[in-house]
């Protein structure tokens, strides 16, 4: 059974930093592309990030680019997400997904992780 | 940026009715569209990939349909566990992959 637990959540001031960490199992983790998405509780589903499964590629939402690094570890089979300089507006449950495919980005998201809520306020 | 126009917003239907969702693009996607399903208090659950695939275990009364940039989402007969929020999703070429608005489906 696939299993992705993201940890690393909480309450930062703007500004400030937080990294997130999804831990995976039941699959061959460095076959596949991996992603972060987040919502805004009560609101729609945002992709924030995508990293191939050779992590050669990354890709990033614009609102994030130059403030977020997206990094896995095959080895431990998990991936991260380092936010710097967070805003307000990044306040949001953050949920890692894996991709549909073996050895591609496809952007689409077969399984998810229960999310981690992560709050931006001073 | 390629955006997602879904309707409607909400929908509110008796047990067994027919549900249809519209989900158009902002320019042809090739056909490179997923529908997923989040339940209240929920992570998103993938029902329908490239337009008309179901996922496995994914029951039967849910299809999808369309191309270009016009795409819709059926229930055929409503079930009380279908009371979620539904949402497309394009991921044509490049990133980044856009949500539709959702659709939150409530029973009558």
């Known amino acids: 059974e696939v299993q992705l637990v993201e940890s690393g959540g909480g309450l930062v001031q703007p500004g400030g930093s937080l990294r997130l960490s999804c831990a995976t199992s039941?699959?061959?983790?460095?076959?596949?592309?991996m992603h972060w998405v987040r919502q805004v509780p009560g609101k729609g589903l945002e992709w924030v990030s995508s990293?191939?499964?050779?992590?050669?590629?990354?890709d990033y939402v614009d609102s994030v680019r130059g403030r977020f690094t997206i990094s896995r570890d095959n080895a431990k089979n998990s991936l991260y997400l380092q936010m710097d300089r967070l805003r307000a507006e990044d306040t949001a449950f953050y949920y890692c997904?894996?991709?549909?495919?073996?050895?591609?980005?496809?952007?689409?998201?077969?399984?998810w992780g229960q999310g981690i809520l992560v709050i931006v306020s001073s | 940026d390629i955006q997602m126009t879904q309707s409607p917003s909400s929908l509110s239907a008796s047990i067994g009715d027919r549900v249809t969702i519209t989900c158009q693009a902002s320019?042809?996607?090739?056909?490179?569209l997923n529908w997923y399903q989040q339940k209240p208090g929920k992570a998103p659950k993938l029902l329908i990939y490239?337009?008309?695939n179901l996922e496995t275990g994914v029951p039967s009364r849910f299809s999808g349909s369309g191309s270009g940039t016009e795409f819709t989402f059926t229930i055929t007969s409503l079930q009380p566990e279908d009371l979620a929020t539904y949402y497309c999703?394009?991921?044509?070429?490049?990133?980044?992959?856009?949500f539709g608005q959702g659709t939150k489906v409530e029973i009558k």
């Open positions: 997904a894996k991709d549909r495919i073996v050895g591609v980005t496809t952007g689409g998201f077969d399984s």
């Open positions: 039941g699959f061959t983790f460095d076959d596949y592309a």
């Open positions: 999703q394009q991921y044509d070429n490049l990133p980044p992959y856009t």
């Open positions: 990293i191939s499964w050779k992590s050669g590629s990354m």
């Open positions: 320019q042809d996607i090739n056909n490179y």
């Open positions: 490239d337009v008309s």
